[in-house]
């Protein structure tokens, strides 16, 4: 962005000192950009795609985060292989439930956010400052939230720190709650909770708590319909992501179909109805 009186030099406002928060940045110059700040005219009414179900354990050394790919407006599919799932810098995720459009452009804001601060700094935040900042930024959109657009992430990461998994949950209100071991948010995450509790083993490796992902969320689409299952046809299977000491990645769909293919196999031959 350059001055319009054809300078070519950066206006003031980049120029001056200030915060190691983007957000904060942008709340000073340009707020018009935040998301928050976009509310709907007085009495409408906007009905809007909506993520659903998302699903994070911790496992021996790390902690992985799956999401299904459905969008939902109403009764209607309004997507059938939406990301839900992103990493947020290089050793956290966030996965997003909610007005999936609002979440995304949140998410976006995140990870600028975090990308502004390091570079700022010349460190990484802590694992628990960003999990707090993505609570800051959430009680920002409040107001949206009053009128419908809500935005409920989990935020999970690798804390350097402590070497171990840690997972975060919010409410709409911007409060930030540690979760130990599991947590799942969305339409679907009361079944995918059941399945967690039942399935779950601190013990666990990385290979055993992917399974127990994409096994959650298939028992959470076989009790919501706005949870999408593996998608065996269109070849649409969960987005995963994992973060150890080497960082966050995703798990690439070869690996995943294998797995989803070894649940509906021993379903069936167990006659899970």
């Given at each position: ?222 009790d919501d319909s706005a949870t999408g299952g593996p998608d ?42």
């Amino acid at each position: 962005m350059t001055r319009g009186d054809g300078s070519g030099r950066l206006p003031s406002a980049y120029l001056v000192p200030g915060s190691s928060s983007f957000t904060e940045f942008l709340s000073a110059h340009d707020p018009g950009l935040l998301p928050s700040r976009r509310p709907l005219p007085a009495g409408a009414a906007l009905e809007a795609p909506h993520g659903t179900t998302i699903v994070t354990l911790t496992f021996d050394g790390g902690v992985v985060m799956a999401g299904d790919r459905r969008a939902t407006m109403g009764n209607i599919i309004a997507n059938r292989d939406m990301e839900k799932v992103f990493a947020t810098d290089e050793f956290s995720l966030v996965g997003i439930a909610g007005t999936a459009g609002l979440a995304i452009e949140l998410v976006r804001l995140f990870q600028v956010e975090l990308e502004h601060y390091e570079k700022i700094e010349g460190t990484l935040m802590s694992l628990e400052g960003k999990a707090n900042r993505l609570a800051s930024m959430i009680r920002g959109n409040l107001g949206m939230a009053m009128q419908g657009l809500s935005v409920v992430p989990v935020f999970a990461g690798f804390d350097l720190e402590e070497s171990r998994g840690r997972i975060f949950s919010y409410d709409v209100t911007g409060g930030c709650y540690e979760e130990h071991d599991h947590h799942s948010v969305g339409s679907g995450s009361l079944f995918a909770r059941g399945a967690l509790k039942k399935l779950y083993r601190r013990d666990l490796d990385a290979a055993g708590a992917l399974r127990v992902a994409v096994e959650a969320l298939y028992d959470a689409a076989d009790d919501d319909s706005a949870t999408g299952g593996p998608d065996v046809g269109r070849r649409i299977w969960p987005t995963v992501g994992l973060v150890d000491p080497e960082g966050a990645r995703f798990v690439p769909d070869d690996d995943i179909a294998p797995v989803v293919d070894t649940i509906i196999r021993e379903r069936s031959e167990g006659g899970a109805r």
